[in-house]
């Protein structure tokens, strides 16, 4: 169904001026760890970010800030952001991005550079228990300033799950937006199943569509999907289970209906998943936790897949403590290096790190 389209105006909301980022250690290891996000008074949790690169070559790194005493999904938040003007290796101190919306908070970023030249900024407005629902703003000045919100689910209510670093643009322009629908009101990243779907847009985000109902005929509990673009134009989804697997859905018609769900090789516990595109070698990169023993999320891992995704090599270890939890990741690509961030449930904080293609690699 075709969502009733809305105007954009053009709106202040924060100035993001690159201020001098605070420096740290010179970078010299292929793989190094070159910002910790620490909780704080009145800052319980830091999680669920992403990245994007400025056309002056300033990374952006958006977060859910956190603020009060809960740390729960149903506490406030606001969007808060700190840049790099040098590839990644130092960060400045957070600012307002995006003050808290919604009755409880604005969470979960997901940037995207358009094919028009502008940037998207994705995120959710949590209500209630019962209410969750993606919008997106437009920067047509590099972050300055942003478009009013513009609402992506229109045609109903709910609590709807989109993860951080989700949402793509295909190479014919449509946006893809999955999805994780959530009946179980209050438990929207525990135990309870979820219907997957995936919204299309053909008009830079004006407005959604959506086709049926990802099938699940195995009936597991599946939550928080990803898709990425295979090389033949076949979109690939992958989906948190509780099934010590990762599951997979395949669309041939750009995002609009798809083929039931099942297995993958990718050995996972309930935890979700990240898949891109490495730019300059075209392979696919995998970010898990390569765990199907325990329900814990760790170790965290890296891998790579030269075949669209059905083997996996050159698997390294990012993260192994034991008592860590390690999730909601976000990826993107400076130079030779890879920017990883990623929550760490046991501690309620970010952690970014700087990885060499070569290491990866290796």
Same mark, same amino acid.
């Given at each position: 169904m075709m969502i009733q389209k809305a105007g954009i105006a053009c709106v202040c909301v924060c100035l993001l001026a690159c201020s001098s980022p605070r420096k740290t250690a010179a970078v010299s290891n292929e793989n190094e760890k070159v910002l910790s996000i620490r909780r704080g008074p009145?800052?319980?949790?830091?999680?669920?970010?992403?990245?994007?690169?400025?056309?002056?070559?300033?990374?952006?790194?958006?977060?859910?800030?956190?603020?009060?005493?809960?740390?729960?999904?149903?506490?406030?938040?606001?969007?808060?952001? *700190?840049? =790099?003007? @040098?590839?990644?290796? /130092? $960060? &400045?101190?957070?600012?307002?991005? %995006?003050?808290?919306?919604?009755?409880?908070s604005?969470?979960?970023?997901?940037?995207?550079?358009?094919?028009?030249?502008?940037?998207?900024?994705?995120?959710?407005?949590?209500?209630?228990?019962?209410?969750?629902?993606?919008?997106? *703003?437009? =920067?047509? @000045?590099?972050?300055? /300033? $942003? &478009?009013?919100?513009?609402?992506? %689910?229109?045609?109903?209510?709910?609590?709807?799950?989109?993860?951080?670093?989700?949402?793509?643009?295909?190479?014919?322009?449509?946006?893809?937006?999955?999805?994780?629908?959530?009946?179980?009101?209050?438990?929207?990243?525990?135990?309870?199943?979820?219907?997957?779907?995936?919204?299309?847009?053909?008009?830079?985000?004006?407005?959604?569509?959506?086709?049926?109902?990802?099938?699940?005929?195995?009936?597991?509990?599946?939550?928080?999907?990803?898709?990425?673009?295979?090389?033949?134009?076949?979109?690939?989804?992958?989906i948190r289970t509780a099934s010590g697997v990762q599951y997979k859905a395949y669309s041939s018609d750009r995002g609009e209906t798809w083929s039931a769900?099942?297995?993958?090789?990718?050995?996972?516990?309930?935890?979700?998943?990240?898949?891109v595109r490495i730019p300059s070698t075209h392979d696919l990169l995998l970010v898990w936790n390569n765990n199907g023993a325990t329900p814990n999320r760790t170790p965290l891992n890296m891998a790579v897949s030269k075949d669209e995704g059905r083997t996996w090599i050159h698997t390294k270890i990012l993260e192994d403590n034991p008592a860590g939890s390690y999730c909601y990741t976000a990826i993107d690509f400076t130079g030779n290096y890879v920017l990883l961030a990623y929550f760490d449930w046991a501690e309620r904080d970010i952690t970014i790190r700087r990885i060499s293609l070569d290491w990866i690699y290796k």
């Amino acid at each position: 169904m075709m969502i009733q389209k809305a105007g954009i105006a053009c709106v202040c909301v924060c100035l993001l001026a690159c201020s001098s980022p605070r420096k740290t250690a010179a970078v010299s290891n292929e793989n190094e760890k070159v910002l910790s996000i620490r909780r704080g008074p009145d800052n319980p949790r830091n999680s669920e970010g992403d990245f994007i690169q400025l056309r002056d070559g300033t990374i952006c790194y958006a977060y859910s800030h956190f603020t009060g005493i809960s740390d729960s999904d149903f506490g406030n938040a606001y969007i808060a952001a *700190r840049t =790099s003007d @040098d590839g990644g290796k /130092t $960060w &400045s101190a957070d600012r307002v991005m %995006i003050p808290q919306e919604g009755a409880l908070s604005a969470m979960s970023v997901s940037f995207l550079r358009l094919q028009n030249g502008t940037i998207a900024l994705f995120y959710l407005k949590v209500n209630s228990e019962h209410d969750c629902i993606p919008w997106m *703003r437009i =920067s047509a @000045d590099e972050t300055r /300033t $942003w &478009s009013e919100p513009i609402r992506c %689910i229109r045609d109903r209510e709910g609590y709807f799950v989109v993860n951080n670093d989700r949402i793509i643009q295909l190479k014919n322009g449509r946006l893809l937006l999955p999805t994780a629908l959530h009946t179980n009101a209050g438990d929207p990243g525990g135990a309870g199943s979820a219907s997957i779907w995936c919204y299309y847009s053909d008009d830079n985000g004006q407005t959604w569509m959506h086709g049926p109902e990802v099938p699940n005929p195995e009936g597991v509990i599946t939550q928080e999907p990803g898709v990425v673009e295979l090389s033949d134009g076949t979109i690939m989804m992958f989906i948190r289970t509780a099934s010590g697997v990762q599951y997979k859905a395949y669309s041939s018609d750009r995002g609009e209906t798809w083929s039931a769900a099942g297995r993958s090789n990718i050995v996972s516990p309930q935890s979700p998943a990240s898949l891109v595109r490495i730019p300059s070698t075209h392979d696919l990169l995998l970010v898990w936790n390569n765990n199907g023993a325990t329900p814990n999320r760790t170790p965290l891992n890296m891998a790579v897949s030269k075949d669209e995704g059905r083997t996996w090599i050159h698997t390294k270890i990012l993260e192994d403590n034991p008592a860590g939890s390690y999730c909601y990741t976000a990826i993107d690509f400076t130079g030779n290096y890879v920017l990883l961030a990623y929550f760490d449930w046991a501690e309620r904080d970010i952690t970014i790190r700087r990885i060499s293609l070569d290491w990866i690699y290796k």
